[in-house]
T-cell receptor
Framework: SQQGEEDPQALSIQEGENATMNCSYK?????LQWYRQNSGRGLVHLIL?????REKHSGRLRVTLDTSKKSSSLLITASRAADTASYFC???????????FGKGTRLSVIA | NAGVTQTPKFQVLKTGQSMTLQCAQD?????MYWYRQDPGMGLRLIYY???????DKGEVPNGYNVSRLNKREFSLRLESAAPSQTSVYFC???????????FGPGTRLTVL
């Protein structure tokens, strides 16, 4: 069964606004990762946050992790039309087990 | 360096036909994975191979078989295709020293 659940399922914003997506999971994790999928393409890794980290930045991306609430959020600042895609969180329980993906958030950025 | 490649890109089968989806990676990764993606369902793991010579079932293995032919190649076989197997199939790999997965472009399969 899927470990992560993203919220919202779909999000539509204007270019220049910030987009926030949330992910909740059920069991303890080694790390949590966010992936992006453009329509009809494979997933691309965006950012990884380890269980002992609370916040991480990469360019316009900011990820937070709250292990006590078993939740994470992905913030995309100053969004662009090119950010339109589906975003998935994936949890890694240990280095030897496969990632478990959520159902994703579909982000539409309107120019 | 092509990363993860998959063939074919598209395939249409009739119920009961068989086929093999091919996946190869050129990153010397130990672990390889097969997922299926259905609308609104995210990615579900079918089978994975933690190293050459080993394979394990994932969340939805029924109706599928896999072969880890060598370190580079991991194939997925549908012995008798069913309409419920209509989906987009993704192969992925992960190295020993990285926690991230690298995905292929996908195979869009329709079973009539």
């Amino acid at each position: 069964s899927q470990q992560g659940e993203e919220d919202p399922q779909a999000l539509s914003i204007q270019e220049g606004e910030n987009a926030t997506m949330n992910c909740s999971y059920k069991t303890s994790i080694n790390n949590l990762q966010w992936y992006r999928q453009n329509s009809g393409r494979g997933l691309v890794h965006l950012i990884l946050i380890r269980s002992n980290e609370r916040e991480k930045h990469s360019g316009r991306l900011r990820v937070t992790l709250d292990t006590s609430k078993k939740s994470s959020s992905l913030l995309i600042t100053a969004s662009r039309a090119a950010d339109t895609a589906s975003y998935f969180c994936a949890t890694d329980r240990s280095g030897n087990t496969p990632l478990v993906f959520g159902k994703g958030t579909r982000l539409s950025v309107i120019a | 360096n092509a990363g993860v490649t998959q063939t074919p890109k598209f395939q249409v089968l009739k119920t009961g036909q068989s086929m093999t989806l091919q996946c190869a990676q050129d990153m010397n990764h130990n672990s390889m994975y097969w997922y299926r993606q259905d609308p609104g369902m995210g990615l579900r793991l079918i089978y994975y191979s933690a190293s050459e010579g080993t394979t394990d079932k994932g969340e939805v293995p029924n109706g599928y078989n896999v072969s880890r032919l060598n370190k580079r190649e991991f194939s997925l076989r549908l012995e008798s295709a069913a309409p419920s197997q209509t989906s987009v199939y993704f192969c992925a790999s992960r190295g020993n020293w990285t926690d991230t997965q690298y995905f292929g472009p996908g195979t869009r399969l329709t079973v009539l």
